[in-house]
T-cell receptor, first 113, second 115 residues
C-alpha cells in the first residue's frame, strides 16, 4: 500500500522568511496530493492540492511542486506570517482507491516574530 | 449545520468501558471518514463510508472498534472495552464526492482519554 513520509517534523522560521516542507510517496499510482493545515484544537483544513498531470501550482503565498519521477512533492510558503503557525499534513491518494487518503506524519511550523 | 459536527468534544472514561462517538456530516456529502490522531502524530485511517456501499473497514485496529452509518447521515464510532492506548483525538471528515480529489471537511474531533 501507499506510504507517505514527511520532513521535517518541526520547523521554525523567522517571520517574513520562506518555509519548505517535503513529502515522498511510494505508490506510483497515486495521482492526487493535497495539503492540509491544522490549527490548535481544530480539524485539518485543505489549503492547496495538486494532481499528477501538473508539476506546480500556486495560490498567493503558497505553492506546491510535484516530481512524479522522484515521487516527491513539496509545500512552499513565502513571506511567512504569524497565522501560518500550525501543523501541516501532506497526503497522497492512489487512483484505485478514493478511500485510501494516506497522510504524512505532519510538520509543526512555528513563525518567530 | 454549516460544518461537520462531532460529539462529545471530550470524553474521559475508565479502562474497560465502552464509548460511542458521533459524527454529523455536511448535508449532501456522500463520503464519510474516521481518523485517529494520537498526541503529536499524524492521521491514522480507520474506516470509510460511501453512500450505501459496503464500508472500507481496513483501518480499524481491532475488533473492539466498529462504526455505523445509515445512508448519508450520522455516523457513530464505537470502541468496546477501551484500553489506554485508545486515548487519542478521533476525527471525522465528510466529502461531497466519492472520487479521488474530493476535499475532506473535518470536524473538530472527539478527544478520548482512557484512564
Amino acid at each position: 500500500g501507499e506510504n507517505v513520509e514527511q520532513h521535517p517534523s518541526t520547523l521554525s522560521v523567522q517571520e517574513g522568511d520562506s518555509a519548505v516542507i517535503k513529502c515522498t510517496y511510494s505508490d506510483s499510482a497515486s495521482n492526487y496530493f493535497p495539503w492540509y493545515k491544522q490549527e490548535l484544537g481544530k480539524g485539518p483544513q485543505l489549503i492547496i492540492d495538486i494532481r499528477s498531470n501538473v508539476g506546480e501550482k500556486k495560490d498567493q503565498r503558497i505553492a506546491v511542486t510535484l516530481n512524479k519521477t522522484a515521487k516527491h512533492f513539496s509545500l512552499h510558503i513565502t513571506e511567512t506570517q504569524p497565522e501560518d503557525s500550525a501543523v501541516y499534513f501532506c497526503a497522497a491518494t492512489p487512483y484505485s482507491s478514493a478511500s485510501k487518503i494516506i497522510f504524512g506524519s505532519g510538520t509543526r511550523l512555528s513563525i518567530r516574530p | 449545520g454549516a460544518g461537520v459536527s462531532q460529539s462529545p468534544s471530550n470524553k474521559v472514561t475508565e479502562k474497560g468501558k465502552d464509548v460511542e462517538l458521533r459524527c454529523d456530516p455536511i448535508s449532501g456529502h456522500t463520503a464519510l471518514y474516521w481518523y485517529r490522531q494520537r498526541l503529536g502524530q499524524g492521521l491514522e485511517f480507520l474506516i470509510y463510508f460511501q453512500g450505501n456501499s459496503a464500508p472500507d473497514k481496513s483501518g480499524l485496529p481491532s475488533d473492539r472498534f466498529s462504526a455505523e452509518r445509515t445512508g448519508e447521515s450520522v455516523s457513530t464510532l464505537t470502541i468496546q472495552r477501551t484500553q489506554q492506548e485508545d486515548s487519542a483525538v478521533y476525527l471525522c471528515a465528510s466529502s461531497y464526492t466519492a472520487g479521488v480529489g474530493g476535499e475532506l471537511f473535518f470536524g473538530e474531533g472527539s478527544r478520548l482519554t482512557v484512564l
